[in-house]
């Protein structure tokens, strides 16, 4: 069942960078982008009956091997933009 979570991760790894291209997507939004993908993973393989935990954790993984330049600039601003 973790499949899944690499599957759906590698496939909103590769929808952030199109959407990043076309400049269709905005900085704040990839907060909302990143829920929708756990929330997605979660319930599917819940339903399933797999480890939706280890799953997420999956999807989480390949979304960012895929998106990941972007994510590690967005968590360090968004660390000291808390801080400041």
Do not use: P, Q
């Not at 929708?36 to 979660?42: E, H, I, K, M, S």
Request: hydrophobic share 60%.
């Amino acid at each position: 069942m973790s499949v899944i979570g690499l599957l759906v991760g590698a496939v909103f790894g590769v929808l952030a960078i199109l959407a990043d291209w076309k400049k269709s997507i905005d900085k704040e939004s990839y907060f909302g982008f990143n829920l929708a993908l756990t929330a997605l993973v979660l319930g599917g393989v819940e339903l399933l009956g797999g480890d939706s935990i280890l799953a997420v954790f999956f999807a989480g993984l390949f979304f960012l091997h895929f998106h990941r330049d972007y994510c590690l600039f967005f968590a360090f601003s968004l660390t000291f933009s808390l801080l400041c």
